[in-house]
């Protein structure tokens, strides 16, 4: 989705991962040690942002925010300035726009699409865009 996004708006981008182990040989990369929840224990490792960059985070899901987290401070530690988190999907009743607010108030979430996480057929219509 980011790959999409960055070449529709002719925007620069660089990707982030998740894994077990720090990946080593790889350039100017910066690895924050995360447990979230889908994935468990690991890093996220962000590849190619320079100091002063502005980014915009672009996640598919934000759920609890365990990710989203990991990679503002990943970002910040990169020494990038995050104007927003753009996400697809949100899981209202998980907290994680809500944990997110708590720790890094400066970033702003949108999200396309709310939903409640466990409950089957209950969609929510009012995005934030």
Not at 4 to 16: C, D, E, P, T
Not at 24 to 34: A, C
Not at 66 to 74: P, R, W
Not at 77 to 93: D, P, R, W, Y
Request: proline content about 2%.
């Amino acid at each position: 989705m980011t790959q999409a996004v960055g070449i529709k708006a002719g925007l620069r981008v660089s990707l982030s991962n998740w894994h077990r182990e720090i990946p080593e040989g790889m350039p100017n990369i910066t690895v924050v040690k995360t447990d979230v929840g889908f994935s468990g224990e690991g890093y996220i490792v962000v590849s190619g942002i320079k100091r002063g960059q502005k980014i915009i985070i672009i996640d598919e899901l934000l759920s609890t925010g365990g990710t989203l987290i990991s990679l503002i401070k990943a970002a910040k530690e990169s020494g990038a300035i995050i104007t927003g988190a753009f996400f697809l999907g949100e899981k209202v009743n998980k907290g994680g726009r809500e944990r997110i607010a708590k720790e890094f108030p400066d970033v702003k979430i949108k999200s396309i699409v709310k939903f409640i996480g466990e409950a089957e057929n209950k969609v929510t219509i009012d995005a934030d865009i």
